[in-house]
């Protein structure tokens, strides 16, 4: 008896995510989504002054690329988030001190979060960005420093995670939820359709 047909991707491709997020992992294998997972290496820097819909699909471009050269016939997702807070691009913070200043940028205020997606396979590729606007709500220095401390903000764009502990600093969100936490999965899903 053969396997169900996947929901969320129909094609015969093998499918590999190229990323080292077990975020993106917990949300593929969420949506039944049979894949293996290959680290595409260190993260490049910005593209020059590319704005952010360009510039989070050009450096998932880059990710999902650096691992379709080994991969030869497989599909492959490559994604990259960023915050952005009145203009200011936010990526990992590199320790608690970051993680602070960032949080303290972000509440009380709304910022976008941008996410790019990649499909790659072979020669042929496809990208798309999706943004979503998040209202934090205004917080008090003792509960930034916690947080900050906490060693939850470090691997996360912006300094925060929506699906952790900063859950309950989000006061409202116009968007994609999933793009929040790293994978606006219904826009991967329309570009992996492309590739049957």
């Known amino acids: 008896m053969s396997a169900a047909p996947s929901l969320f991707y129909s094609g015969r491709s ?4 190229a990323s080292a997020s077990p975020r993106r992992v917990a949300l593929l294998r969420q949506v039944g989504l049979v894949f293996t997972v290959s680290d595409p290496g260190p993260d490049r820097p910005w593209p020059g002054e590319a704005d952010p819909r360009h510039g ?6 880059d990710k999902a690329r650096r ?12 994604a990259d988030t960023v915050v952005v807070a009145r ?21 009380g205020r709304t ?3 941008w ?12 990208t798309a960005a999706e943004c979503t ?4 709500a205004r917080l008090e220095e003792e509960e930034i420093l916690a947080y900050a401390r906490s060693g939850e903000p470090l691997d996360k764009a912006g300094g925060y995670a929506i699906q952790g502990l900063a859950a309950g600093f989000v ?17 991967l899903r329309q570009v992996l359709a492309e590739f049957v």
């Open 111 to 113: 910022h976008e979060v």
């Open 87 to 107: 203009g200011v691009r936010l990526g990992k913070p590199r320790g608690p001190d970051q993680a602070r200043d960032m949080l303290r940028r972000l509440h």
């Open 133 to 136: 606007r998040v209202q934090m």
């Open 14 to 17: 093998p499918v590999v995510l």
């Open 171 to 187: 006061r409202r969100i116009d968007g994609d939820y999933f793009n929040v936490v790293g994978l606006p999965l219904s826009r």
């Open 56 to 61: 989070v699909r050009a450096l998932a471009l």
């Open 115 to 126: 996410t790019g997606v990649a499909v790659v396979r072979d020669g042929e590729q496809r």
């Open 67 to 78: 691992v379709a050269e080994k991969r030869r016939g497989a599909v492959v997702i490559g």
